[in-house]
């Protein structure tokens, strides 16, 4: 990340305060590439339990706000709130396991931060956030940028006419409550960290700039490259050039009225693949600004019930993964977090992990890029999704938008996920199938898939009947037999999967606390999970069309649905590592097997 030298600053005047004075704007791809300043680190915050600096005592938004940072100017004014004598936490981070007090709070928090601004012509200042789970309003200076739903998506606002020279402040309500119609719902089975659990940074750009580009392999045969560009404003004749060095390749392109261009092209590069990950550094100019990435090439398909990897059938020995800290609880972020976590599953033997259920950070994709390790991103359509609601179905929408806005040009995503359990109904089936069409709409070049249930069980048959294998490339489903069923039933099993597509069991597992030991029909011990996973695997063994699965889960993960004291004491215990990073007896089952795939 660079240092932003300086920032544009345009004097804005007065604006009533709830007024929206800055811009949201479309996401800004690869917003590292850009020079940035990190508003990273300690910010000052206040619990603000009753939402008492926004609403006035009749609950409708007020002027005189928490927003404006307002100070005493007479020793007779009230002002019942100080951001400066207010403690400090660490940004990115959550709340919860940064203030005892809030480990289990739900509500509003105030945040702010103080940053210097030096004047400079002819640029514009972004204000972009990793993610803030869930719902926040952002001010600048006291005026308002914008606001933002969804916990677990970037999205950045455009405040150069807010910014003044010298100290500015931002400041940001962020509230976790969960409602009915959000995405997730009311009920979900992971910790809801509430704060801004990403990083902050601002971002210098040119009044034109690339707002968005995509660079893939769309053939094996000759190689054939497709790179496209879109600016952030619709004007025709900006030069903008391709530049591969390692492949001798340059090719320049104008933009049409539309501020879009595209090319195809012929290239001969390495592929990637999880045993050679190989990137290319890729020079992008527009106009006389360069920005840079890597970028790897593969290919990704499906052949009746193969997955195929460059063209060559592939087994996806993968484990799902929350995102929470290695050791112990916490939202994680960064990439020594997702090092340790991916390091983890490469020592089990994995190819490919599931990111559930919701977009994970940036870092966790793109260090899992570089280690070759395949991912299936997934947006947080869990359970019991508001169907008929068209809100919800437009926040599901700019989650599934967003997230593969941002990855679609790392190789190693290889599946967009949008659901996970979702019952059964026809509406839920015009819900799921907009997005997934969606999806496709976007980008064309990876799989859809997303955890479906079994349903029609009876005795030792399941069979799988879902009106979305219309829309998926690859059909997967969670199943726990052994948990939710007697383990002693997988021997027995057969399964029914009428589809001519891929099969990946996206789900199974069972829980234990690590250190407790006893006979492997005794809930909750090493050895119980131990012979749950021995009897999973040898049943997986006989599904057709087997082409992976993601076990849950790769870590115990906090949970406030899990309260068996002594045993769970708020973690969901299927993890083949403890919450403190220790291995259970199940890891070498699942190690073992994957060693024969």
């Known amino acids: 990340m660079k240092t932003l030298l300086s920032i544009l600053m345009l004097m804005a005047g007065m604006v009533f305060p709830q007024a929206w004075a800055g811009e949201k704007l479309p996401l800004i791809q690869n917003v590292n590439a850009y020079e940035t300043m990190s508003l990273n680190g300690e910010w000052n915050y206040i619990v603000d339990v009753q939402e008492e600096g926004y609403y006035d005592y009749r609950m ?4 005189w706000g928490f927003f404006q940072n307002a100070k005493p100017q007479r ?55 990793g993610a803030v789970n869930y719902h926040c309003h952002v001010w600048v200076n006291g005026k308002k940028a914008g606001e933002h739903i969804g916990g677990f998506t970037p999205f950045n606002f455009d405040i150069s006419d807010l910014l003044i020279e010298g100290e500015n402040t931002v400041i940001v309500k962020v509230d976790n409550k969960r409602h009915a119609e959000d995405v997730p719902t009311q009920i979900f089975d992971w910790w809801n960290y509430g704060g801004i659990t990403r990083d902050v940074m601002l971002v210098k750009v040119l009044p034109v700039y690339l707002e968005d580009y995509n660079l893939q392999l769309t053939s094996l045969e000759g190689r054939q490259l497709a790179f496209s560009v879109k ?11 391709l530049n591969i060095p390692e492949l001798k390749l340059k090719k320049t392109i104008k933009t049409n009225a539309d501020g879009t261009a595209s090319i195809s092209m012929k290239a001969k590069p390495q592929l990637w693949s999880p045993e050679n990950p190989k990137r290319y550094q890729v020079e992008i100019t527009l106009d006389n600004s360069i920005i840079s990435d890597s970028i790897g090439f593969r290919m990704i398909e499906t052949r009746g019930k193969q997955i195929l990897l460059n063209g060559q059938p592939i087994f996806l020995k993968g484990i799902s993964i929350h995102e929470e800290k290695p050791n112990g609880g916490g939202r994680a972020n960064g990439t020594e977090d997702a090092n340790t976590l991916l390091s983890w599953a490469k020592e089990l033997g994995c190819n490919f992990v599931r990111l559930a259920h919701y977009p994970h950070n940036e870092y966790m994709v793109c260090e899992a890029e570089r280690m070759g390790i395949m991912v299936w991103s997934e ?26 806005r941002r990855d679609h040009n790392r190789a190693n995503v290889i599946i ?49 009947n879902d009106n979305m294998n219309e829309y998926v490339d690859v059909v997967s489903f969670n199943q726990y037999i052994g948990w939710y069923r007697d383990v002693n039933d997988a021997p027995k099993m057969t399964w029914e999967i009428p589809y001519d597509k891929p099969v990946i069991i996206s789900e199974f597992g069972g ?7 006893g006979a492997k029909n005794q809930r909750w ?55 403190k990073g220790e291995k259970k007896l199940a890891f070498y089952v699942l190690k073992q097997w994957y060693e024969g795939k």
């Open 60 to 63: 409708k938004p007020m002027q």
């Open 75 to 129: 020793p007779e004014d009230l002002i019942e709130y100080d951001f400066d004598k207010s403690p400090t936490m660490q940004i990115p981070g959550d709340w919860n396991t940064q203030d005892e007090r809030l480990f289990f709070y739900e509500g509003t928090v105030w945040f702010k931060k103080s940053f210097q601004a030096v004047p400079m012509q002819e640029c514009r200042t972004l204000l972009y956030f």
């Open 231 to 241: 600016l952030n404003k619709a004007e025709a004749d900006h030069t903008v050039t």
């Open 379 to 404: 947006i947080p359509c869990y359970w019991t999704i508001d169907w008929k609601n068209a809100k919800t179905f437009e926040n599901a929408k700019q989650q599934l938008s967003d997230m593969i």
């Open 416 to 464: 967009w996920s949008i659901a996970n359990e979702t019952p059964h109904s026809a509406e839920r089936d015009a819900f799921l199938s907009r997005l997934a069409k969606h999806a496709r709409s976007l980008d064309n070049t990876r799989l859809i898939s997303m955890a479906m249930e079994v349903t029609g069980a009876a005795n030792y048959v399941n069979r799988l």
């Open 511 to 517: 829980g234990a606390k690590y250190g407790y030991h």
């Open 525 to 579: 011990t090493e050895e119980f999970q131990e012979n749950l996973y021995r009897e999973n695997t040898a049943m997986l063994d006989k599904i057709d069309g087997l082409a992976g699965t993601t076990p849950w889960i790769l870590k115990d993960f906090r949970s406030p649905r899990r309260v068996l004291p002594d045993i769970q004491d708020y973690y969901n215990r299927k993890g083949l590592f403890s919450d």
